[in-house]
Nanobody, 118 residues
Framework: QVQLVESGGGLVQPGGSLRLSCAASRAIFTGAIMAWYRQAPGKQRERVASITRSGTTGYSDSVQGRFTISRDNDKNMVYLQMNSLSPEDTAVYYC????????????WGQGTQVTVSS
């Protein structure tokens, strides 16, 4: 069964932090490079962070130094620690494989809303 369940979003003030979690089914998670994406209103979905099974990470310029991606291979979980949040980080956040945007038929979870506002 293919499943992605994101959680941990919410309303936070500028400068605050949130930690997102993603529970992935084994069919998606095993061996895959996993990633976090976000989609702001009126904008295209973009990848913000990725992590290989061995823990090598990559980040977009917009989140580099503020966000940290991690994974637990035993639990099929992916996490995104977000610090120093700004209103520009407001979006729905999704996790998926690092190549999910390349396939129009990729399965996506419901995402988790992050709103940064005072």
């Amino acid at each position: 069964q293919v499943q992605l369940v994101e959680s941990g979003g919410g309303l936070v003030q500028p400068g605050g932090s949130l930690r997102l979690s993603c529970a992935a089914s084994r069919a998606i998670f095993t061996g895959a490079i996993m990633a976090w994406y976000r989609q702001a209103p009126g904008k295209q979905r973009e990848r913000v962070a990725s992590i290989t099974r061995s823990g090598t990470t990559g980040y977009s310029d917009s989140v580099q130094g503020r966000f940290t991606i991690s994974r637990d291979n035993d639990k099929n979980m992916v996490y995104l620690q977000m610090n120093s949040l700004s209103p520009e980080d407001t979006a729905v956040y999704y996790c998926n494989t690092a190549t999910a945007l390349l396939n129009r038929r990729s399965y996506w979870g419901q995402g988790t809303q992050v709103t940064v506002s005072s």
